[in-house]
């Protein structure tokens, strides 16, 4: 083969290698707001993962294209561990303006990219009439406030829930969302709602919050979820989830008072209210679950499938086995308990082992729970296991539904001789052993005395005996007095909150501490926050939900608690609060705000 032959070749394979790159990283997306208003000039971008040869662009018939197609590219290379990453984008952006009010499709653009055709999603965008000074403007009007003028339409929270009629057992998902025309610099005074009736979990907890527009009444907003929860109602009738309260720190511009000229849009200043914003507490119509319930019912609400199975079907005595039975489908599936299951005679049985793979849904927990039912056979034969039943109450079909699994069957063969758990089938106290012979049947019988003597005289009817009666009667007013002394004292409710204000913080800050070990940031200072202010609840006799700054204050004062510790209890209130938010360099530091809460608390209980 000549020199020429291989250059041809390498320059070949080299290209070869191109294009399988430019294919395996090749893409075709499209960006466009999802909500716009009618007079609002808005961009749709489509952007190609590699060098398009050709671009097809949609009809665009319901909309006036102000301005593009316009082409930009970008490139970028990335060397990570000694491997080069190169990538290169071609953007095609289209300026529009809406036509109508409605609800209007962007059709799919195509583009070839290394010989192949990509294609991108059809885009649905909502018109709305919007507001008429945001014309033009799709950053709001925020920049237009002047100070005081913010008004509850230009921000909000807003609780909602997937489902506003349930039945006990059934889930459903609480989505806190905030809504704003205005730029927003920060958060105060966060607090969030308590779900009573409710078995609660946090499903979605963004550290970074997202803002995406959406609409509420015809009108354009920058909406962010602040916290997503999984509810279970545990209890019937109409339950009530709290308001949320929250402090925001809103940006507006300062008012000259005077005239205004063409070059103050240029160097205005800005200043930062405060504006307190209530999500409104919401309503739950909780309905009791249909009488007429199996034997084997234990609480599943949803849809769900069965099936067991035998780790294995043929073993000796002694050995261990497990039945595993999977429980699958959707809705209360982590409050399902394990099936009672009825097992032969002879068998060891040991805790059950739970293992679970769910995710949250809007329809509660879906995936699969396993339970794993240990057993050690002590005896040999042939043995036939459940049926396995398990009922749940169906929501769809809005009755009982009772699943069974198929019998098993398992051999059991004898122990093994040797074992170290042979000897296990034997009877509790016996060893496995010959008799052996001990002599003659009869054993000489022994003349003259006996050499017994006297035993002790009867307890019963002695000094010893009445003196005993005497001391357990007086043992029993002793501890009657001290018993509804101890009743009395447990009458006082806030009394009692008070004493055990200090073991419950401590074992809060217990929790606080662990999770300080494992450096989860957010999660330290929000158990931290929830520790102290669970001990101004306790200690201070207030409700969770009057635990305001100005409340804690004047209690603190009433109860004669200095002004240096009432000071510290705020400060270290707000340092928590503002943990959740505050940029990476000017986050608190951890043990310094724990060692802080101990000494203060230790302080307070002096």
Same mark, same amino acid.
């Given at each position: 083969?000549?020199?020429?032959?291989?250059?041809?070749?390498?320059?070949?394979?080299?290209?070869?290698?191109?294009?399988?790159?430019?294919?395996?990283?090749?893409?075709?997306?499209?960006?466009?707001?999802?909500?716009?208003?009618?007079?609002?000039?808005f961009?749709?971008?489509?952007?190609?993962?590699?060098?398009?040869?050709?671009?097809?662009?949609?009809?665009?018939?319901?909309?006036?294209v102000?301005?593009?197609?316009?082409?930009?590219?970008?490139?970028?290379?990335?060397?990570?561990?000694?491997?080069?990453?190169?990538?290169?984008?071609?953007?095609?952006?289209?300026?529009?303006?809406?036509k109508?009010?409605?609800?209007?499709?962007?059709?799919?653009?195509?583009?070839?990219?290394?010989?192949?055709?990509?294609?991108?999603?059809?885009v649905?965008?909502?018109?709305?009439?919007?507001?008429?000074?945001?014309?033009?403007?799709?950053?709001?009007?925020?920049?237009?406030?002047?100070?005081?003028?913010?008004?509850?339409?230009?921000?909000?929270?807003?609780?909602?829930?997937?489902?506003?009629?349930?039945?006990?057992?059934?889930?459903?998902?609480?989505?806190?969302?905030?809504?704003?025309?205005?730029?927003?610099?920060?958060?105060?005074n966060?607090?969030?709602?308590?779900?009573?009736?409710?078995?609660?979990?946090?499903?979605?907890?963004?550290?970074?919050?997202?803002?995406?527009?959406?609409?509420?009444?015809?009108?354009?907003?920058?909406?962010?979820?602040?916290?997503?929860?999984?509810?279970?109602?545990?209890?019937?009738?109409?339950?009530?989830i709290?308001?949320?309260?929250?402090?925001?720190?809103?940006?507006?511009?300062?008012?000259?008072g005077?005239?205004?000229?063409?070059?103050?849009? =240029?160097?205005?200043?800005?200043?930062?209210?405060?504006?307190?914003?209530?999500?409104p507490?919401?309503h739950?119509?909780?309905?009791?679950?249909?009488?007429?319930?199996?034997?084997s019912?234990?609480?599943?609400?949803?849809?769900?499938?069965?099936?067991?199975?035998?780790?294995?079907?043929?073993?000796n005595?002694?050995?261990a086995?497990?039945?595993?039975?999977?429980?699958?489908?959707?809705?209360?599936?982590?409050?399902?308990?394990?099936?009672?299951?009825?097992?032969?005679?002879? =068998?060891?049985?040991?805790?059950?082992?739970?293992?679970?793979?769910?995710?949250?849904?809007?329809?509660?927990?879906?995936?699969?729970?396993?339970?794993?039912?240990?057993?050690?056979?002590?005896?040999?034969?042939?043995?036939?296991?459940?049926?396995?039943? =398990?009922?749940?109450?169906?929501?769809?079909?809005?009755?009982?539904?009772?699943?069974?699994?198929?019998?098993?069957?398992?051999?059991?063969?004898?122990?093994?001789?040797?074992?170290?758990n042979?000897?296990?089938?034997?009877?509790?106290?016996?060893?496995?052993?010959?008799?052996?012979?001990?002599?003659?049947?009869?054993?000489?019988?022994?003349?003259?005395l006996?050499?017994?003597v006297?035993?002790?005289?009867?307890?019963?009817?002695?000094?010893? =005996?009445?003196?005993?009666?005497?001391?357990?009667?007086?043992?029993?007013?002793?501890?009657?007095?001290?018993?509804?002394?101890?009743?009395?004292?447990?009458?006082?409710?806030?009394?009692?909150?008070?004493?055990?204000?200090?073991?419950?913080?401590?074992?809060?800050?217990?929790?606080?501490?662990?999770?300080?070990?494992?450096?989860?940031?957010?999660?330290?200072?929000?158990?931290?926050?929830?520790?102290?202010?669970?001990?101004?609840?306790?200690?201070?006799?207030?409700?969770?939900?009057?635990?305001?700054?100005?409340?804690?204050?004047?209690?603190?004062?009433?109860?004669?608690?200095s002004?240096?510790?009432?000071?510290?209890?705020?400060?270290?209130i707000?340092?928590?609060?503002?943990?959740?938010?505050?940029?990476?360099?000017?986050?608190?530091?951890?043990?310094?705000?724990?060692?802080?809460?101990?000494?203060?608390?230790?302080?307070?209980?002096?």
């Amino acid at each position: 083969m000549t020199i020429n032959c291989i250059k041809k070749l390498l320059l070949l394979s080299g290209a070869m290698l191109i294009s399988f790159a430019i294919s395996a990283q090749a893409s075709f997306t499209v960006d466009v707001p999802r909500v716009v208003g009618l007079d609002e000039n808005f961009r749709l971008v489509f952007t190609a993962g590699g060098e398009p040869s050709s671009f097809n662009p949609p009809q665009l018939k319901d909309f006036d294209v102000l301005a593009g197609p316009s082409t930009s590219t970008m490139t970028s290379t990335q060397i990570i561990n000694g491997k080069r990453t190169d990538s290169y984008q071609v953007s095609y952006t289209y300026i529009l303006q809406a036509k109508s009010v409605g609800t209007f499709s962007i059709p799919a653009a195509s583009a070839v990219i290394g010989g192949k055709t990509y294609h991108s999603n059809p885009v649905s965008v909502e018109v709305v009439k919007g507001d008429s000074h945001n014309s033009g403007n799709t950053s709001g009007s925020s920049s237009n406030k002047g100070a005081g003028t913010i008004s509850s339409d230009d921000i909000f929270m807003k609780m909602s829930v997937s489902k506003g009629k349930v039945v006990k057992g059934e889930g459903l998902m609480a989505t806190l969302k905030l809504y704003t025309k205005v730029p927003i610099g920060g958060f105060e005074n966060v607090k969030f709602p308590t779900f009573n009736g409710f078995w609660s979990q946090e499903v979605d907890t963004p550290s970074n919050i997202e803002f995406t527009r959406e609409t509420v009444n015809g009108k354009i907003y920058n909406a962010a979820v602040l916290r997503r929860y999984m509810l279970i109602p545990q209890q019937t009738g109409t339950l009530v989830i709290d308001p949320s309260e929250m402090t925001c720190l809103v940006q507006v511009r300062a008012s000259s008072g005077g005239s205004r000229s063409m070059f103050d849009d =240029f160097f205005d200043s800005y200043q930062t209210i405060k504006r307190k914003i209530t999500a409104p507490s919401i309503h739950v119509s909780v309905s009791p679950l249909p009488s007429g319930a199996p034997a084997s019912f234990a609480g599943g609400v949803g849809e769900f499938r069965l099936s067991a199975k035998l780790t294995k079907d043929t073993i000796n005595a002694n050995e261990a086995v497990s039945l595993e039975v999977s429980i699958s489908g959707s809705g209360n599936l982590n409050l399902v308990e394990a099936p009672k299951i009825t097992f032969p005679a002879d =068998f060891e049985v040991y805790d059950t082992k739970i293992s679970d793979n769910t995710s949250k849904s809007g329809r509660g927990t879906s995936g699969t729970k396993v339970f794993e039912y240990p057993l050690i056979p002590r005896g040999a034969g042939v043995f036939e296991l459940g049926p396995v039943v =398990f009922s749940y109450y169906d929501i769809g079909a809005k009755k009982y539904k009772t699943l069974t699994s198929e019998k098993l069957t398992l051999r059991v063969g004898q122990a093994v001789e040797g074992s170290e758990n042979s000897s296990a089938s034997l009877p509790m106290g016996v060893n496995k052993q010959s008799v052996k012979s001990i002599g003659n049947d009869v054993r000489y019988i022994r003349s003259g005395l006996s050499g017994l003597v006297r035993g002790n005289s009867f307890f019963f009817g002695s000094v010893t =005996f009445f003196a005993l009666i005497v001391l357990i009667i007086a043992s029993y007013f002793l501890i009657d007095k001290f018993l509804s002394k101890r009743i009395e004292r447990n009458r006082d409710i806030a009394g009692v909150k008070n004493r055990r204000a200090n073991k419950v913080a401590r074992a809060r800050l217990k929790n606080a501490e662990s999770l300080m070990k494992q450096n989860l940031y957010s999660a330290f200072f929000e158990e931290l926050h929830r520790a102290i202010l669970g001990y101004c609840s306790d200690k201070l006799n207030l409700s969770l939900a009057d635990l305001s700054r100005e409340k804690i204050a004047s209690s603190l004062e009433e109860k004669s608690v200095s002004k240096e510790h009432s000071e510290e209890l705020l400060a270290l209130i707000e340092v928590c609060e503002y943990a959740r938010y505050a940029p990476d360099q000017d986050k608190p530091e951890m043990g310094e705000n724990y060692q802080r809460a101990i000494k203060l608390i230790s302080d307070l209980e002096v």
